[in-house]
């Protein structure tokens, strides 16, 4: 059973930074796989922020490139993502997610951390 654990969440003022931390604990993902982040509003669908997968390859949503930074890891699945210059329209519930790389995999969720930017 795929198991992740999320941390570094919480408020910070406007123009502030944090850091998402995530990692898969269970050791079950032992295949390729992309590992990132998404986020939700209430009442909204989850929309990507970031993934990397397992040899490298980034992909960030237009309205983050060059303010948020996503990297693996030393740990094996393991992804954080620093986020600079934080505005208020980024104030989302934050969703770590892991899906192995081959033909008909799921993602797995963790429970998500809520991000607060203040003006």
């Known amino acids: 059973q795929v198991q992740l654990v999320e941390s570094g969440g919480g408020l910070v003022q406007a123009g502030g930074s944090l850091t998402l931390s995530c990692a898969e604990t269970s050791g079950s993902v032992n295949l390729a796989n992309v590992m990132g982040w998404y986020r939700q509003a209430p009442g909204n669908q989850r929309e990507l922020v970031a993934t990397i997968s397992s040899s490298g390859t980034i992909q960030y949503e237009d309205s983050v490139k060059g303010r948020f930074t996503i990297s693996r890891g030393s740990a094996k699945n393991s992804v954080s993502l620093q986020m600079d210059g934080l505005q208020s329209e980024v104030t989302d519930v934050y969703y770590c997610?892991?899906?192995?790389?081959?033909?008909?995999?799921?993602?797995?969720w963790g429970r998500g951390n809520q991000v607060t930017v203040s003006s």
């Open positions: 997610t892991i899906q192995r790389v081959f033909p008909g995999a799921r993602p797995a």
